[in-house]
């Protein structure tokens, strides 16, 4: 996988792709609960998708004292800089921010609802129009 943020092209390892896909951080949802600042988010997101300090400055265009800086809490990052570290690490603005991943809520995806979604992408597209015109009229229905 290759990421590119701010024109900078950087190939992530297969762990570490394995790590940033979605569902992978199951540990996301009890870290503001524990009062984690967003200085602790920023290291455990690093160290968890297996990044350098140096990777991650690279891909944000910083310098590497100064993603030290924003992971020991001497500084924060610029506002600028919260959606591509939210992108990096493939989590909203208001997890980074706040601790709370509005994405991770009641409504999130049930296991069988992901594995219908999965079913759908490598589907044929006039199955798709199929399925799609099954839900519709059995939401019609309602």
């Known amino acids: 996988m290759t990421l590119s943020i701010g024109g900078i092209s950087h190939k992530l390892t297969n762990k ?3 790590s940033l896909a979605c569902g992978e951080y199951g540990f996301i ?3 503001h ?8 988010r920023l ?3 690093r160290e968890h998708a297996t990044l350098s300090q ?3 400055a690279a891909a944000l265009d910083v310098s590497i004292p100064t993603v030290s800086e924003w992971e020991k809490g ?3 990052p610029a506002r600028a800089r919260i959606p591509a570290l939210a992108r990096l690490f493939e989590v909203s603005t208001d997890y980074l921010l ?3 991943d509005l994405r991770r809520s ?9 594995s219908l979604l999965k079913l759908y992408r490598v589907a044929d597209p006039q199955v798709k129009i199929s399925v799609l015109t099954l839900l519709r009229a059995a939401a019609d229905k309602k």
Do not use: C, F, H, P
């Open 16 to 18: 570490a792709r394995q």
């Open 29 to 31: 949802q009890t870290w």
């Open 33 to 40: 609960e524990e009062g984690m600042s967003l200085a602790i």
């Open 43 to 45: 290291r455990t997101l």
């Open 54 to 56: 140096a990777d991650v």
């Open 74 to 76: 001497k500084k924060k």
């Open 98 to 100: 706040n601790g709370v």
């Open 106 to 114: 009641d409504m999130s995806e049930t296991d069988e609802e992901l």
